[in-house]
């Protein structure tokens, strides 16, 4: 049921922006939303670590985002997060943004930076 564009596949993220390797800290928090479209980007906090999707913990390997984060459009996603406070938290938010493919989780392609 997903739509095909020409990369294959079309994924859709949640509105965060994420390191691509471990930790997967949140790096912006773009267009974070509920299941019924309201904006929810309060929820999550720059520098909170993503912990697992789900209920799928988030490996150190490539790809780990999109095997666990991305989905089909309107889908709910069940993120598990870590505060910098070491708090553990659960955030429900709605798979909106098309991706392609190894880009980042929103419509906006931005590299990893090494550290």
């Given amino acids: 049921g997903g739509a095909w564009g020409p990369w294959g596949l079309f994924l859709f ?3 965060l922006k994420l390191e691509m390797q471990a930790p997967f800290h949140v790096k912006e928090v773009t267009d ?5 479209g309201q904006d929810i980007c309060g ?10 999707a789900d209920g799928k ?10 095997r666990t984060v991305l989905g089909e459009k ?4 069940k ?3 870590r505060s910098k406070t070491g708090r553990t938290y659960t ?15 929103s419509s906006t392609s931005s590299l990893p930076l090494a550290p």
């Fill in 32 to 36: 974070l939303k509920d299941e019924d």
């Fill in 13 to 15: 993220g949640v509105g």
């Fill in 74 to 77: 309107m889908s709910m996603a």
């Fill in 43 to 52: 929820a999550v906090s720059v520098g909170d670590e993503l912990i697992s």
């Fill in 57 to 66: 913990q988030l490996l150190n390997e490539p790809h780990a985002i999109e």
């Fill in 91 to 105: 955030v429900q938010c709605l798979r909106h943004i098309p991706t392609r493919p190894s880009s980042s989780l």
């Fill in 79 to 81: 993120l598990t997060l």
